[in-house]
T-cell receptor, first 113, second 111 residues
Framework: DVKVTQSSRYLVKRTGEKVFLECVQDMDHENMFWYRQDPGLGLRLIYFSYDVKMKEKGDIPEGYSVSREKKERFSLILESASTNQTSMYLC????????????FGPGTRLTVT | SQQGEEDPQALSIQEGENATMNCSYKTSINNLQWYRQNSGRGLVHLILIRSNEREKHSGRLRVTLDTSKKSSSLLITASRAADTASYFCATELNTGNQFYFGTGTSLTVIP
């Protein structure tokens, strides 16, 4: 079974802190994604990566950056956390072909106070 | 925005009944996928239908796609309490690798 893990289930940070959310997948997938999920807004794509060291902006990249130094790991970075970044963050991975589905991690619920 | 819209936002049915939820989208797609999310958890893939397919089945799930109307429906037959979850459609554009999720339908199956 494909496994996507996220470093924390729950995280509480203070405004202005630098926050790292880590995602690891074990299926050698080329594509990895970071979403945030908010009530009434569904999932919105922050960034995705289609290969090591490659990244593309999604719909809401402002305030975030990403890093993909190894194929299995995709990190989301909040350079200076703000209260409006309080959300559920979901990581996903997918194989190269477009017939494949995405596999999601369990999510990290981040609260910024 | 390409974001899909699910309808209804919430649905409550008795165990054993069928549940139907709909998804509409705005631009041409490569494929459409349905996912389920149990409360506070990640999403689990249910079924994928390609743009050249009209109907697909998987167990108690039946998905239809009407590209002329830019809409899809998910039917869950003989529902069970364990089907209680939120259901999302996701569209992938022809350009590939960007998925647009709807806001979801919250399904409650009453035992």
């Amino acid at each position: 079974d494909v496994k996507v893990t996220q470093s924390s289930r729950y995280l509480v940070k203070r405004t202005g802190e630098k926050v790292f959310l880590e995602c690891v997948q074990d299926m050698d997938h080329e594509n990895m994604f970071w979403y945030r999920q908010d009530p009434g807004l569904g999932l919105r794509l922050i960034y995705f990566s289609y290969d090591v060291k490659m990244k593309e902006k999604g719909d809401i990249p402002e305030g975030y950056s990403v890093s993909r130094e190894k194929k299995e790991r995709f990190s989301l970075i909040l350079e200076s956390a703000s209260t409006n970044q309080t959300s559920m963050y979901l990581c996903a991975s997918r194989g190269r072909a477009t017939i494949y589905e995405q596999y999601f991690g369990p999510g990290t619920r981040l609260t910024v106070t | 925005s390409q974001q899909g819209e699910e309808d209804p936002q919430a649905l409550s049915i008795q165990e054993g009944e069928n549940a139907t939820m709909n998804c509409s989208y705005k631009t041409s797609i490569n494929n459409l996928q349905w996912y389920r999310q149990n409360s506070g958890r990640g999403l689990v893939h249910l079924i994928l239908i390609r743009s050249n397919e009209r109907e697909k089945h998987s167990g108690r799930l039946r998905v239809t796609l009407d590209t002329s109307k830019k809409s899809s429906s998910l039917l869950i037959t003989a529902s069970r309490a364990a089907d209680t979850a939120s259901y999302f459609c996701a569209t992938e554009l022809n350009t590939g690798n960007q998925f647009y999720f709807g806001t979801g339908t919250s399904l409650t199956v009453i035992p």
